[in-house]
């Protein structure tokens, strides 16, 4: 398995970024997928998942400006995100749900920060 997140970056607030989640051949198809996120100082938290049907579900602190897709050809999960502020800073990371898709492990995350 490998998760390979990207797209993130400095942005100031109120703007819109794309972050990919390159994944291993098939994981996509066959698992449930979720975007963490890793302010400083504060615990991984989940804040948005797409089931292996599609069906998607937010956080309610991302709801209406996060967008969750999938490209099962491609392999790759994207993450849009618009309207950002300050408290999007973190760093951010794409595995399994509602566990790891393999014990423990997470990639090595893509760093966001809104800032002016």
């Known amino acids: 398995v490998q998760l390979v997140e990207s797209g993130g970056g400095l942005v100031q607030p109120g703007g819109s970024l794309r972050l990919s989640c390159a994944a291993s051949?098939?994981?996509?198809?066959?698992?449930?997928m979720a975007w963490y996120r890793q302010a400083p100082g504060k615990e991984r938290e989940l804040f948005a998942r797409i089931r292996i049907k599609g069906h998607t579900s937010y956080a309610d602190f991302v709801k209406g400006r996060f967008t969750i897709t999938r490209d099962t050809g491609n392999n790759t999960m994207y993450l849009q995100m618009n309207s950002l502020g300050a408290e999007t800073t973190a760093v951010y990371y794409c595995?399994?749900?509602?566990?790891?898709?393999?014990?423990?492990?997470w990639g090595q995350g893509t760093q966001v920060t809104v800032s002016s």
């Open positions: 051949r098939g994981i996509l198809r066959v698992n449930d």
């Open positions: 595995n399994g749900w509602p566990r790891t898709l393999v014990p423990r492990y």
